[in-house]
């Protein structure tokens, strides 16, 4: 009856019986637990803290419709855009301020020189001045509709070609083919590279600071006029032909020029055609400036008064103004020492975008010069000169030519050579190519010999 009660859980407990009455073989096995079923279960156990616990985050996520961004999200949600989008705003700002204010410096530059480029060339800008439609003529007469606008010449004449450069295109004058001027102005666009180019012309002097400028270059025409004028129909040869038969616009070639001495240095490792000349101080220029020529008389030729006082009142803003029949860079092969007559004119623009009244006078002695060069013709003794100096560049150049044209000829012949001796070895057996390189191996050291016993 005890044994059922115990069985049922009925029955009092009772203690447990000690260590000691077990048996000794059991010893080992007293303190070992209860083993316990492993779980068969596939999902792990959730406790009471977890099940409490989903109600609340399920509680959270808030449901709305699309549109209502404010409700699902707080302004924590966007620092990271906060920080960046003012930056972007700051840099696209600053591009954009940059580059108006690069056009407003370049249409400043045309309308104070519009008027000069306008008086001096037939066609001033790539589009040409726009011919009026007949309601204008009907409206306002065909004078005034013929008229030609300043302020819309000014606008028209410049050309920008990228963010800090822009050009424009003159041509339609005497002893000028065509005119081509530049603005480089700063990157006020991009404010890092600026900085950069500022930074490195400190310490590298192949690096010039970066600095806004104008640089202008007339080609002239040196006598070529029937080469270089289209022509049409053969009443236009007939009227060219009346029209260049007392113009004489060739003149003898030189290198010619009066740079600031600030820019001297770069422009003589820079441009091959001013190393050509001598450099020499002149008693009426500034200090500041010098003369480099290939002849005294070519200076006291173009070196003018009114050249002399466009110079002083430019000032600092000078840069050079150059006269050349030479390439810039210096020529390999016989065919790039060609002469190409040309002027060339580089002026610092000042800081103020619409007072030129300092470099005014200088770009219109600028314009009018060709018309002085016109029909030069130098002593015989100083032609003789400047043609012994061309004629020792040229022999330099066909020596240099003709020791590559050796060099390649060298090496075809040992070409061949070699496809003869390859060919004979082919033909050969074994024992006769034995002998036959024995033999050009004996030559071999035979030359080598010679060769020792002349250097002793």
Known sequence: MADFLKYL??????????????????????????????????????????????????????FTKWYRVWERTSPSDFYQEAIVFPFILFVVGLHVWGRRKNRRIAKGWSQA??????????????????????????????????????????????????AQEFITYATGRQNVAFLDIKLSLFKRYN?????????LSFFLESVRAPSERMEATAYTFDGREKELVPLRSKQDQDAQDSRFKGLQSAYDGFVWAVVHKECMRHLRDDRYDLSLTSTKDHAK?????????????????????DLIKAVESAGDDFEYLIITDQPLDKPIKINEATPRKRLSLSIRLPS?????????ALFAQFLRLPDTLAHTHFRPEVQRKLRGTREDELRKLRKADEGEKAEERKLDSDRRKKEQRDSRLKGMSAEEQRKFLEREREKGNKKQEKKMSRKA
């Open 191 to 199: 404010p890092l590279t600026f900085i950069l180019e500022l930074v």
């Open 9 to 62: 859980g009925i029955s009092k407990s009772t203690p447990s019986p000690s260590p000691a009455s077990e048996e000794a073989d059991f010893a080992d096995f007293a303190a070992a637990p209860d083993p316990s079923p492993a779980s068969l279960s596939p999902a792990p156990a959730v406790t009471g803290t977890a099940q409490a616990a989903l109600p609340t985050s399920a509680s959270e996520v808030t």
């Open 352 to 360: 103020s975008e619409s007072d030129y009244s300092t470099t005014h």
């Open 113 to 162: 020189h519009a008027p000069a480029l306008e008086q001096e060339y037939a066609l001033v800008g790539f589009e040409g001045p726009k011919p009026p439609t007949i309601e204008e003529v009907q409206s306002s007469g065909l004078a005034k509709a013929t008229s030609v606008d300043e302020e819309g010449v000014a606008d028209n004449i410049l050309k920008e070609k990228t």
């Open 285 to 305: 220029l500034p200090i500041w400036a010098t003369v480099m020529s290939e002849s005294a008389e070519i200076t006291d030729l173009l070196l003018t008064s």
